[in-house]
């Protein structure tokens, strides 16, 4: 079974970075546009950021504009999250998805086929 594999999560201090990584178990997703999704306690899960399938283009929740950066690297199947600047509101279980073929939206969450497991990300301040 196909499995999208998160890592990279952990506890830092408000102002420190984070990366993350999402793996596909099975190379079957290249040529999926990928994002990150992520879900703080008490909230539903929200967009943060997405990539098409060659990496040319790249979208962002405003929340996140300017210290996130979202990337792939197709050679190893795996997209990135580096998370800069990071705040105490960014405190989630954060989650990689594959947007679906025929997609219409970057943010609707029922646009997406395949999630990952999720991995935690705690701020504190």
Known sequence: QVQLIESGGGLVQ???????????????FISYARSWFRQAPGKEREFVAGITWRGRDTYYADSVKGRFTI???????????????????DTAVYYCATRGPFAST????????????????????
């Open 71 to 89: 990337s792939r690297d197709n050679t190893q199947d795996t997209v990135y999250l580096q998370m800069n600047s990071l705040k105490p509101e």
């Open 14 to 28: 408000a102002g420190e970075s984070l990366r993350l990584s999402c793996t596909a178990s099975v190379r079957t």
């Open 106 to 125: 970057w943010y609707d969450e029922n646009d997406y086929d395949y999630w990952g497991q999720g991995t935690q990300v705690t701020v504190s301040s």
